[in-house]
T-cell receptor
Framework: EAGVAQSPRYKIIEKRQSVAFWCNPISGHATLYWYQQILGQGPKLLIQFQNNGVVDDSQLPKDRFSAERLKGVDSTLKIQPAKLEDSAVYLC???????????FGAGTRLSVL | GESVGLHLPTLSVQEGDNSIINCAYSNSASDYFIWYKQESGKGPQFIIDIRSNMDKRQGQRVTVLLNKTVKHLSLQIAATQPGDSAVYFCAENMGLRDSGGYQKVTFGIGTKLQVIP
């Protein structure tokens, strides 16, 4: 079974630029999550989708962050414009409805200069 | 959860010894708990889970203990190996696990396990 795929693995941008991350979840997983993990901290949930609907985006900074999951499969997370404090690893995870174990991708490490 | 910045709690153990990693969770309504292992440069990986109606669950070399009275969770690793070196997170779930309904997951701070060869 293929795992959660994320790209790119690394991204370096200057503040005020835009960036987008892509995630392909495990086939058949209805639930998809985006997390922000700052160095030395646990993952913080940004947004959770069930199929192509948002079920929780309470911690998403909506003035600059957006995410979509068209067709209920792949997802993109965008930051526009980026700030220095957005430097972090962005993790995507997916889970099935039957069992809430989240399977994580390797993440995208973002550095904002 | 609370942030400890760059100063993750660290546990150093000798190879072959047993490790015990502790976690305090915040919500008494949490009904499901999971331990994840995160190696450097990788995403968290599922280790073991436990439902709130249990107080102990065993896997291969790992045991999770749940004390709901004091909202405490622990992960015990038997005969710790160098490959066990990683950051360990507990995660608490609130929601109807078997209903397919929305479940809120919150990760703890994390503990760094260093295995000394």
């Amino acid at each position: 079974e293929a795992g959660v795929a994320q790209s790119p693995r690394y991204k370096i941008i200057e503040k005020r630029q835009s960036v987008a991350f892509w995630c392909n979840p495990i086939s058949g997983h209805a639930t998809l999550y985006w997390y922000q993990q700052i160095l030395g901290q646990g993952p913080k949930l940004l947004i959770q989708f069930q199929n192509n609907g948002v079920v929780d985006d309470s911690q998403l900074p909506k003035d600059r962050f957006s995410a979509e999951r068209l067709k209920g499969v792949d997802s993109t997370l965008k930051i526009q414009p980026a700030k220095l404090e957005d430097s972090a690893v962005y993790l995507c995870a997916s889970s099935s409805l039957a069992k809430n174990i989240q399977y994580f991708g390797a993440g995208t490490r973002l550095s904002v200069l | 959860g609370e942030s400890v910045g760059l100063h993750l709690p660290t546990l150093s153990v000798q190879e072959g010894d047993n490790s015990i990693i502790n976690c305090a969770y915040s919500n008494s309504a949490s009904d499901y708990f999971i331990w994840y292992k995160q190696e450097s440069g990788k995403g968290p990986q599922f280790i073991i889970d436990i439902r709130s109606n249990m107080d102990k669950r065993q896997g291969q070399r790992v045991t999770v203990l749940l004390n709901k009275t004091v909202k405490h969770l622990s992960l015990q690793i038997a005969a710790t190996q160098p490959g066990d070196s990683a950051v360990y997170f507990c995660a608490e779930n609130m929601g109807l696990r078997d209903s397919g309904g929305y479940q809120k997951v919150t990760f703890g701070i994390g503990t760094k396990l260093q295995v000394i060869p």
